[in-house]
């Protein structure tokens, strides 16, 4: 697996092993797996050890193979992922310490968003329209990305690692769940940053975010063994 050592100015698209559709990228290092619906948890180790981005498209998974990738052990073995929902671009974090901007029908890298030292990227998210890219770091900070000017339109600051981020399906708001000390969801206006709620009742950590199809609805999964669905006032 030596393409994929940091430093490498290549992108590897593969559905299944990492000899499959190799492209050179010329304007950006690092590595990352498009499809990936033969990878095992033990690829997956590998890929997050050498810090390979990994791309789920599950559309075109079962459109091409009938399958699709193994998400939940990608996520387990540490491998940062995000895929717009209209499926346009993808974003990486193969350093953690910048974004990759991708664009999935070509491969094309069309930006590279860096961060510093301490705010290196611990997740991201899409917003519905697919234009935006919210990322969590590990000093705190979320900032809002465009997508189309490659720069931060927002940011807010949270007390801990920002372990999960989700957009409403509207877009207008974001909830951030941190790591380790700081167990509260944060309901953030996406359009400005102005925190709206905090939410709070887990004891640990939050890992996961996801809102209900309407928006009315927002459901927690925290390291404390719990889920909590949480009513969202309009």
Do not use: C
Not at 193 to 204: D, K, Q
């Amino acid at each position: 697996m030596t393409d994929a050592v940091p430093g490498f100015d290549v992108t590897m698209f593969a559905y299944g092993g990492w000899e499959h559709e190799v492209y050179q990228a010329a304007d950006g290092p690092g590595v990352v797996v498009i499809h990936g619906v033969a990878l095992t948890f033990p690829d997956f180790l590998e890929m997050a050890a050498h810090r390979v981005g990994f791309v789920w498209s599950p559309r075109s998974n079962f459109e091409l193979y009938g399958q699709t990738a193994d998400v939940a052990a990608a996520k387990d073995a540490g491998v940062t992922i995000a895929l717009a929902p209209a499926g346009g671009f993808v974003a990486s974090v193969p350093y953690r310490y910048a974004i990759g901007l991708w664009r999935l029908r070509d491969g094309k890298l069309l930006n590279t968003l860096y961060t510093s030292f301490t705010g290196a990227v611990s997740s991201l998210a899409f917003n519905p329209a697919g234009n935006l890219l919210a990322t969590g770091h590990y000093d705190g900070a979320i900032r809002i990305w465009d997508i189309g000017s490659g720069q931060a339109v927002v940011t807010m600051q949270t007390e801990g690692v920002v372990q999960s981020l989700a957009f409403s399906p509207d877009g207008s708001l974001l909830a951030s769940g941190s790591s380790y000390q700081d167990s509260a969801v944060r309901l953030w206006k996406s359009a400005d940053g102005t925190l709206l709620r905090t939410l709070e009742g887990h004891t640990a950590g939050v890992e996961y975010l996801l809102f209900s199809p309407a928006g009315g609805y927002l459901v927690s999964a925290s390291y404390d063994g719990s889920l909590r669905l949480w009513g969202i006032r309009p």
